[in-house]
């Protein structure tokens, strides 16, 4: 089984930046495709981007502003990075993992298996 705990979350203004972590643990990391998802109030879970072997994928509306990447490490950290932040980008940002590669799940949430907790991302105009 694999626990994903998310960090990097909080208030920012418009236009600021944040990178969020998800930190894996668990079994055959190297081989699961991750993702980033995220979820406003009184919205659906929405996929934001998802990577594998350093190749990765994003939700279409999601392609200028954010960008996912894979930490090297024995921590086995997924990023995503999130700049020129806006309003209407607050929701609480989920890390996943998927048992099935990135080219077949890509961003969509209900292919996705194992979810962390959480971090909330609230920006101010």
């Known amino acids: 089984q694999v626990l994903l705990v998310e960090s990097g979350g909080g208030s920012v203004q418009t236009g600021g930046s944040l990178r969020l972590s998800c930190v894996a643990s668990?079994?055959?990391?190297?081989?699961?495709?991750m993702g980033w998802f995220r979820q406003a109030p009184g919205k659906e879970r929405e996929g934001v981007a998802s990577?594998?072997?350093?190749?990765?994928?994003y939700a279409d509306s999601m392609k200028d502003r954010f960008i996912i990447s894979q930490g090297i490490s024995r921590n086995k950290v997924v990023y995503l990075q999130i700049n020129n932040l806006k309003p209407e980008d607050t929701a609480t940002y989920y890390c996943?993992?998927?048992?099935?590669?990135?080219?077949?799940?890509?961003?969509?949430?209900?292919?996705?298996?194992?979810w962390g907790q959480g971090t909330q991302v609230t920006v101010s105009s």
């Open positions: 668990g079994v055959s990391y190297s081989r699961k495709c």
């Open positions: 996943a993992a998927a048992r099935s590669p990135c080219v077949v799940v890509g961003t969509r949430p209900d292919e996705y298996n194992e």
């Open positions: 990577i594998s072997g350093g190749r990765t994928y």
